[in-house]
């Protein structure tokens, strides 16, 4: 038997090589499956339930028929959500970002499958559809999955006719869900088209873990699900070949071989199989060199290849530790995160590889080091683009559970669905190196329940006995009385860190990882500051200081991180604004579930909620965000800046100096920077010298300047050398507009998104940071506006619109080229009274 095995083996030899070698040149479109491609194109739309406009529309009889008239709908391409051009209407939900996000949206397509495709497996793969999602094909019905942030696949061969048209409809549901931010609503993510011989690697098939690293040897576990949808058994070969890979989408140089594997698949059933290669001096997978691995994994039947798959992933190691924290390739990592929800801003839901790495990249210059997926599945483009770039991530599943939050949130999924939900996150997110924790809840009202809490984390230790399974606590004590908190591997905790000393004293936990999943909560408004108050016409002041009562300043976390040095590190809320939950502008009942344990502060919100609910606040977006929801950096940024970077010289000054009404009145100072002591300058005179306590100052503070204008200096020093500066000076009347596209170039695939600054300025160049004027944005040449935005959480513009004031002197329009053009787009930007201003972006 093992020579007639080695017989076939060599037999193939040749052929595998010579494929390989094929294949290796090939770019993947995505991981799985070769043969993939995007299903995104010539939708059609309607939206019925309930309108834009708060009217209703009767759904039509039937259109998931194939002869449905549909001519009449909207015609797009995907990703799409059918809310976010609004119109914003007051008497909506703060919450939900007073947008019209709840109806019902039909798509269709109509689409080919060429008669060579017969005897062919035919999938169709959603990375996500909001909400309730069920499926027709060709007039018969398909499947369902409701729950908006999952992504999913239907097997359609069964209802597909080759060599002639075919038509897909899609039906969404928001109206049967509720959400407690902005959900977006429709396609908002990819589809995918898939064809496999009938004996193929599965799903999500394969799951590669690396047991054993080392900076001289590595070992690759590679595990691989075969389905066999065939009416015979078979006995196929799979052929391993491990590449290195620069960005995960092409394979560069091969570094290892597999042994190649035999596997006996009996008719209509699935089989694993578990496959073993070593990889000599592996290049680790790390936050400064995010090195990625292609295994292309060949499977054959009779000397025929019958499926191909690639599967990304890289080499480290992974340990948390209750003393040590958390260790990354052997080495200590303090996880500087922050969560994120999962809307784009003037985008909204629809997802954006371009939006999404701008993002990140903006993040990343703050020293920012992991995101947390508040409070679901992420868009696989987020997991892909943070293996590339070398960000940590906190995958999490659900904000519900048995018991909801809202009516009719995942409560009524959770009996039927939250095990398929929590195998298809996993299943499908595995692979990635930058995944290091599953998190399976949020401040769920079922905390306490030991049952649910060990049930899950089984599911998930069931699926990736690999990683640690968290949930993030806001009754932290409760998780922990309860015995919940036991089923877990890491406590993650959100705020009321002033019981970690009891914690750490508790001997049941003492051996327990803890990791702030959620911290500081601090609130601003770009631009704005007030003096004697933090609130005032609805925006919030950007000194620092403003916070719900559960959370806490930048500072104070920095004071507990430094406190508790054995702690993980912390996720801060959050790294953008969002659209909806306007704190402290919002009445969210469920922000009353943060002092469960506290009457006396429920009773101060609840009642401060019912003022709030009474004004009815024009407020659409969150203040949370250490950016803003144009990607502005707010002036937290730079504190998060100087303590995350600290090798980085920079310093930070604030207030802005356009102060007219407060000649000869105080106005404070704040300075933030990676230095330890800096001296400032007010019109060339010293206001003194101030020195950082270390783990205690991460701001230095001149509180008793008095105002004249001109220009304020700070000079900041480390280690007894000049370290950095910083300059504010105060502007003159507004003269002109600039225009600052953030790239120079931008690709015509009809995707990549460039974002364009607008500053108002004066005759200086120096921005007029309490201006306002109205802008108007054109284009020209072979593009269009995207959207504009100006980070005013109070606008009620549409992100659609080409006009927009300034917000405290910047706005922003979002271009894209036409798809395979090329040529020039000028984009120009017009105001009454204001110098206009122009620039161009080269297409390619």
Request: aromatic share 10%; glycine share 8%.
């Amino acid at each position: 038997m093992l020579k007639n095995k080695n017989w076939v083996l060599s037999l193939l030899a040749v052929t595998i090589m010579g494929t390989n070698t094929v294949l290796a040149q090939m770019t993947i479109t995505r991981p799985g499956s070769a043969d993939v491609q995007l299903f995104d194109s010539n939708w059609r739309f309607a939206r019925f339930g309930l309108q834009a406009d708060g009217s209703s529309k009767d759904e039509p009889a039937h259109p998931e028929e194939e002869r449905f008239a549909d001519n009449s709908w909207q015609h797009l391409d995907l990703p799409h959500d059918w809310a976010i051009s609004g119109p914003f209407r007051v008497e909506l939900s703060g919450n939900t970002g007073k947008l019209p996000w709840q109806g019902i949206g039909w798509y269709r397509k109509d689409f080919s499958i060429p008669a060579t495709d017969a005897g062919k497996k035919i999938f169709i793969d959603f990375d996500g559809a909001m909400a309730y999602a069920k499926v027709w094909v060709n007039g018969q019905y398909v499947g369902e999955w409701p729950y908006g942030y999952s992504s999913f696949r239907f097997d359609i061969t069964p209802f597909i006719k080759t060599g002639k048209q075919n038509t897909i409809a899609v039906k969404l549901d928001t109206e049967k869900y509720d959400s407690r931010w902005y959900p977006g609503a429709g396609i908002y993510r990819h589809v995918w088209l898939v064809k496999t011989n009938e004996v193929h690697v599965g799903c999500w098939g394969t799951f590669i873990t690396t047991p054993q690293v080392t900076d001289t040897a590595a070992i690759a576990n590679i595990n691989v699900k075969l389905d066999n949808q065939g009416k015979a058994p078979v006995k196929a070969i799979l052929h391993t070949v491990i590449y290195e890979s620069a960005d995960g989408k092409k394979p560069g140089k091969k570094i290892a071989v597999a042994k190649d594997a035999i596997v006996n698949i009996q008719a209509d059933s699935n089989t694993v199989s578990d496959i073993s290669v070593n990889i000599s001096r592996p290049k680790l997978w790390s936050l400064e060199n995010p090195h990625l691995y292609i295994a292309q994994t060949t499977l054959f039947i009779n000397k025929r290849i019958v499926d191909t798959y690639n599967t990304v992933f890289g080499v480290r190691s992974i340990a948390f530790t209750a003393r040590n924290g958390f260790l990354l390739n052997g080495k200590q990592v303090a996880i500087k995160g922050v969560c994120n929800h999962h809307d784009l801003g003037a985008l909204g839901a629809a997802v954006n590889r371009s939006a999404i790495a701008r993002q990140l990249s903006i993040l990343k210059k703050m020293g920012c080091n992991a995101i947390r997926t508040s409070h679901n599945p992420p868009a696989p483009e987020l997991l892909e683009l943070a293996d590339q770039m070398g960000f940590l991530v906190w995958d999490e599943a659900f904000d519900a559970w048995k018991t909801g939050k809202r009516k009719n949130d995942y409560n009524k999924l959770f009996p039927q669905w939250h095990e398929r939900d929590l195998q298809a996150m996993v299943h499908r997110d595995c692979n990635h190196p930058s995944v290091i924790i599953w998190s399976v809840g949020n401040e769920v009202m079922d905390q306490r329940d030991v049952g649910i809490t060990r049930e899950l984390a089984e599911i998930v230790h069931r699926e990736d006995p690999t990683r640690p399974v968290s949930n993030a606590y806001n009754d932290p004590d409760g998780g922990r009385e309860s015995g919940a908190a036991m089923a877990l591997d890491i406590m993650g905790v959100n705020y009321f860190f002033g019981r970690q000393a009891h914690w750490d004293a508790d001997s049941m936990y003492k051996d327990k990882p803890t990791i702030g999943s959620e911290t500081s909560s601090c609130v601003s408004s770009r631009g704005e500051y007030f003096f004697g108050g933090n609130y005032q016409n609805w925006q919030v002041s950007s000194y620092d200081n403003a916070f719900p009562g559960w959370g806490c300043s930048p500072d104070e976390q920095f004071r507990t991180n430094n406190k508790y040095p054995h702690l993980l590190g912390e996720f801060v809320w959050t790294g953008f604004d969002y659209l909806g939950e306007p704190t402290p502008y919002n009445s969210d009942e469920t922000n009353l579930l943060n002092f469960r344990t506290d009457p006396a502060k429920k009773a101060q919100l609840e009642q401060a909620l019912e003022e709030i609910k009474k004004k009815n606040p024009p407020s659409r977006s969150s203040y949370f965000g250490i950016v803003d929801l144009c990607g502005f950096p707010k002036d937290r940024y730079y504190n998060y800046q100087a303590h995350w970077r600290p090798d980085f010289p920079m310093a930070h000054i604030l207030p802005h100096w356009n102060w007219p009404e407060r000649k000869d009145s105080i106005v404070p100072v704040h300075v933030y920077t990676s230095g330890d002591k800096a001296e400032l300058f007010l019109n060339g005179k010293s206001l003194g010298l101030k020195i950082k306590r270390p783990g205690q100052d991460f701001r230095l503070v001149w509180d008793s300047v008095k105002y004249v204008p001109g220009e304020v200096k700070v000079i900041a020093y480390k280690d007894g050398k000049l370290w950095a500066t910083d300059i504010v000076k105060t502007a003159g009347k507004a003269r002109k507009l600039r225009l600052l596209p953030e790239a120079g170039t931008i690709a015509n695939d009809g995707e990549t998104l460039c974002y364009v600054t607008l500053r108002v300025e004066d005759n200086d160049g120096i921005m007029v940071p309490r201006s306002h004027p109205l802008v108007q944005f054109m284009i020209e040449g072979p593009g269009e506006i995207v959207a504009t935005d100006n980070g005013d959480a109070t606008s009620f513009i549409s992100f659609q619109s080409h006009e927009r004031p300034a917000y405290n002197g910047m706005a922003q329009v979002v271009v894209k080229a036409a798809k395979g053009k090329k040529g020039k787009i000028i984009i120009r930007a017009v105001s009454s009274g204001l110098e206009e201003a122009a620039t161009e972006v080269v297409v390619k």
